[in-house]
């Protein structure tokens, strides 16, 4: 991101304070910005608060007011695009099908979700409450641990053996699918959808298996 700023004293006469209140809204309205609206909005208001305080013997005029200004939205893009959706995108894109970053039990998958729910980061709190589900499921050996099970693998076979979470498993799975893939993000009612049906299956008694499973099949026998 390049941000041009003229440098101090290059203008031949001093700037007024309406040209450097121009200046900084032209600044911080450029399309690089536009994902941190709601930020921008709450800095723009700051800067005309400085504006309206500032004295014409500020060091440097009213261009350096401009170029702090700038700076400061600089540095905001910076911090914004390590801990925004920016950065919870790439985490998310990161990890496996349904595997984080490192092996974790279930209880350590719940616990993370309740954390990132509470940070108001609802789309990776989802998508550690399924991952939660699939872990609960085969720490109790309801269903055989599989690396690389998908989210539409996991609500197939943990619904048989659950059949009364069946369509609320199929519900997670599209969630999953929308944030992970889809760029989507999550929502509240989602999030509390999700951690319902985790808080339910942890207690529920499976089924019987009846259908085939190929991964229950010893090895060497057709699927």
Partial sequence: MVIAVAPIGA?????????????????????EYHPHVSFLTWLSQQLDKLFNR?????????????????????IAALV????????????????????????MTAQQH???????AGDGDYSGAVLE???AIAA?????????????????ELAREAGRRLPGSAAELNAAARQFDDIRYGG??????????????EAAIRVASP????????????AGLPS
């Fill in 11 to 31: 203008q031949a006469g001093p700037i007024g304070r309406p040209d450097a209140q121009r200046l900084a809204r032209e600044e911080l309205a450029k399309a």
């Fill in 54 to 74: 500032a004295s014409v013997d500020v060091p440097g005029g009213w261009w350096a007011i401009v170029a702090l200004a700038a700076l400061a939205v600089l």
């Fill in 80 to 103: 914004l695009a390590r801990v925004g959706p920016v950065a919870r995108s790439r985490r998310r894109d990161s990890a496996g099908p349904l595997g984080g970053d490192r092996p």
């Fill in 110 to 116: 719940r616990e993370l979700a309740q954390r990132l």
């Fill in 129 to 131: 409450y399924v991952r």
């Fill in 136 to 152: 609960g499921l085969e720490e109790r050996a309801i269903l055989l641990p599989r690396p690389g099970r998908t989210a539409d």
């Fill in 184 to 197: 989507r993000d999550g929502t509240r009612d989602g999030c509390q959808r999700l951690r319902t049906l």
């Fill in 207 to 218: 089924v019987p298996d009846l259908l085939p499973d190929p991964a229950r099949q010893p």
